[in-house]
């Protein structure tokens, strides 16, 4: 069974970084896309960043560009989100969710073409 958890959220002040985990287990994690997205209260789901399976491709919101990176470690079965000069707008639940696309250098921040996601870790910033 496709399992993925998120770590590494917590409380940080503006300026300061944080690096997320997503973890996979049950499926081959070299097969698939993954994407972060994030939801903050009262707004929708917004994708964030994701890595094609074929790790040559990234793809970043316009809102995190140049502060945050995803990478992949596929020997480890991780997924990682650095996030640097964190805002207070950046204040959300963030969920990993894993898709398997045609070709293996595509992935998507829209959250219809994921199926499979994880429980989300909270991202707090603040003064």
């Known amino acids: 069974q496709l399992q993925l958890v998120e770590s590494g959220g917590g409380l940080v002040q503006p300026g300061g970084s944080l690096k997320l985990s997503c973890a996979a287990s049950?499926?081959?994690?070299?097969?698939?896309?993954i994407v972060w997205f994030r939801q903050a209260p009262g707004k929708e789901r917004e994708g964030v960043s994701c890595?094609?399976?074929?790790?040559?491709?990234?793809y970043y919101a316009d809102s995190v560009k140049g502060r945050f990176t995803i990478s992949r470690d596929n020997a480890k079965k991780t997924v990682y989100l650095q996030m640097n000069s964190l805002k207070p707008e950046d204040t959300a639940v963030y969920y990993c969710?894993?898709?398997?696309?045609?070709?293996?250098?595509?992935?998507?921040?829209?959250?219809?073409?994921?199926?499979?996601w994880g429980q989300g870790t909270q991202v707090t910033v603040f003064s």
């Open positions: 969710a894993a898709a398997m696309f045609t070709f293996n250098t595509v992935c998507s921040l829209m959250v219809r073409s994921y199926r499979d």
């Open positions: 049950g499926f081959t994690l070299d097969n698939y896309a």
């Open positions: 890595i094609s399976s074929s790790d040559t491709n990234t």
